[in-house]
């Protein structure tokens, strides 16, 4: 009977049938409890002998199935312990990391450099009113500025009588918005998108100006050629020249167009040296309308203005030929340009 209970428990193989086994034996109607039952019928010496054997069989039974569970436990856990290996020698998977947009990069600097001549940033939305980005400026609705400008404009529904809106052509609406917001004397500029209808190497229909203003009683057209050279100087990182040829813009008068100085070396542009010039900024005196439409006193108050394409000036920097590729988000070229990591 004894072999017969230990050879059951040795071969039970999970906690169900280790249970079951148990109740087999030791449960209420066990064999053993049955057989303990029996020992009241007995006489007292039967019982005494009897009573020990059992006593112990069942005690016997009862270590065996704790030490089986036990057992069966303990090989559960190796298991687990063997499948559930973690190899932490295994190098890490890389996980890739974002970096800033070389442009927002580049408009970072900028906004640096200009930090140190006193230029606070201002803002304006990139969806603007007809009135900022036209009218404000002195381009009357029939200018023929506004047609070279390819604007795109908002679409209104019939029956919405709103002013017209556009996709803001330049920044040149935020000199309107800062001079409102903060009055005179001012010196800001204003970083931003900008939209245009045009597209090829050197043209996106989406790109980024920089707004230069400077609004004081005296300000005049040398502090300009000065606030230039400085900052392109610094950009480059050397000395760089300018010329400034008259031009024509509406919203300043007198107006130039301002190149710096550079040279064509075996294909490759250097900045800052040579016999030839590039073009790069507009600018000019703030004209009386513009500081009018601001609610600026033109008897009072004067001062300069510029606006310059930062994505060109980007371009210049780093020796990127084409425009376009700034904004496809091509992890090679950026990585290749030194932009990713
Ligand atoms: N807004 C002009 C442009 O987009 C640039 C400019 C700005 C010219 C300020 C003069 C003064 O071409």
């Not at 019928?41 to 039967?46: A, S």
């Not at 542009?269 to 016999?275: N, S, T």
Request: charged fraction near 25%; aromatic fraction near 8%; charge should be negative.
């Amino acid at each position: 009977l004894r072999q017969q209970w230990l050879d059951r428990i040795k071969s039970a193989a999970d906690p169900a049938s280790i249970e079951e086994v148990r109740l087999a034996a030791l449960g209420k109607k066990g064999e053993i409890s049955l057989k303990m039952r029996e020992l009241g019928k007995m006489t007292p010496e039967e019982r005494q002998t009897k009573g020990r054997a059992l006593n112990e069989l069942r005690d016997e039974i009862d270590t065996a199935l704790r030490a089986r569970k036990a057992a069966l436990e303990d090989a559960a856990l190796e298991t687990r312990l063997a499948e559930e290996w973690l190899d932490v020698t295994l190098p890490g998977r890389p996980r890739p990391q974002g970096t800033i947009h070389p442009i927002s990069q580049v408009m970072d600097e900028i906004a640096a450099i200009f930090a140190d001549m006193g230029f606070a940033v201002a803002e304006g939305p990139q969806v603007e009113s007809d009135w900022y980005n036209f009218d404000a400026l002195n381009i009357a609705p029939e200018h023929p500025a506004r047609q070279e400008h390819d604007t795109f404009f908002m679409h209104r529904a019939e029956g919405d009588d709103r002013p017209p809106h556009v996709l803001r052509t330049h920044t040149s609406p935020v000199q309107i918005r800062a001079m409102e917001e903060h009055g005179t004397p001012i010196r800001v500029i204003a970083p931003g998108r900008t939209y245009r209808m045009d597209m090829d190497q050197t043209h996106t229909p989406m790109f980024h100006q920089l707004e230069g203003l400077a609004i004081d009683r005296d300000i005049s057209m040398a502090n300009l050629k000065w606030v230039l050279e400085e900052f392109y100087s610094a950009f480059f990182g050397t000395r760089v020249k300018t010329r400034f040829r008259a031009s024509h813009f509406p919203f300043t008068e007198p107006s130039a167009e301002v190149d710096i100085q550079c040279s064509w070396e075996g294909g490759q542009l250097r900045v800052g040296e040579g016999d030839g010039w590039l073009e790069v900024t507009g600018s000019g005196m703030v004209h009386p309308h513009v500081l009018r439409s601001a609610g600026v006193d033109p008897d009072q108050w004067q001062g300069f203005a510029f606006g310059m394409g930062i994505d060109r000036l980007a371009m210049l920097k780093y020796g990127i030929p084409d425009l376009r590729a700034f904004f496809e988000s091509d992890l090679r070229w950026l990585r290749h340009y030194g932009f990713a990591a």
